[in-house]
């Protein structure tokens, strides 16, 4: 089974700033990553599917970059309504499996 | 108004069974793949099951293979999960999703969730 590392379990940043995660697959798995906010007692929401492309009606300050093993979710100026808990996920298709990452807790 | 709505969870006794369920509506049911995805209290996410557009293909987490059976009713707009031999650690919030028909993977659509709490 593919392993996803996703760093650091926690971060604590300032408004306005550059705001960066990572997620780690323990094998090459392509462009095959998503990336998920959630707030507290809420479903997740989808932000950035396929690793670098922005779902419809997602503000433009959030982006992803990455393939194979290494990937990269940003926040380029924090706001005060991105304070929740972000999730990697990656999923094959051959066989159908999906896994997420430990999720990382954005505090002001 | 695109959304999904689940029903079914509550308190349940270690060993027993339970059957959530899904209703979609304002999109295509039946062009998607719908998955079950699972939080436990204080916890990360987990995936739970995937059903194929038509019902024909059904996959589950290692966790809940054998316990747990995902089924569709694409002509009533529905998904559930039936939990049978549950376990403490089957406490959680269930979510029912979708990954979208034009795309491979991601879940775009969530329901709101529903706890189901396994208990003696």
């Known amino acids: 089974d593919i392993q996803m590392t996703q760093s650091p379990s926690s971060l604590s940043a300032s408004l306005g700033d550059r705001v960066t995660i990572s997620c780690q697959a323990s094998?090459?798995?392509?462009?095959?990553l998503n990336w998920y906010q959630q707030k507290p007692g809420k479903a997740p929401k989808l932000l950035i599917y396929?690793?670098?492309n922005l779902e419809t009606g997602v503000p433009s300050r959030f982006s992803g970059s990455g393939s194979g093993t290494d990937f990269t979710f940003t926040i380029s100026s924090l706001q005060p309504e991105d304070i929740a808990t972000y999730y990697c996920?990656?999923?094959?298709?051959?066989?159908?499996?999906?896994?997420f990452g430990q999720g990382t807790k954005l505090e002001i | 108004q695109v959304q999904l709505v689940e029903s079914g969870g509550g308190v349940v006794q270690p060993g027993r069974s339970l059957r959530l369920s899904c209703a979609a509506s304002?999109?295509?049911?039946?062009?998607?793949?719908m998955h079950w995805v699972r939080q436990a209290p204080g916890k990360g996410l987990e995936w739970v099951a995937v059903?194929?557009?038509?019902?024909?293909?059904?996959y589950y987490a290692d966790s809940v293979r054998g316990r747990f059976t995902i089924s569709r009713d694409n002509s009533k707009n529905t998904l559930d999960l039936q939990m049978s031999s549950l376990r403490p650690d089957d406490t959680a919030v269930y979510y029912c999703?979708?990954?979208?028909?034009?795309?491979?993977?991601?879940?775009?659509?969530w329901g709101q969730g529903i706890l189901v709490t396994v208990s003696s």
């Open positions: 999703t979708r990954t979208p028909a034009r795309r491979r993977g991601g879940f775009d659509l």
């Open positions: 304002g999109f295509a049911f039946d062009t998607c793949p």
């Open positions: 059903i194929s557009y038509d019902g024909g293909a059904k």
């Open positions: 094998q090459d798995i392509k462009h095959f």
């Open positions: 396929d690793a670098s």
């Open positions: 996920e990656h999923y094959n298709n051959l066989p159908p499996g999906y896994s």
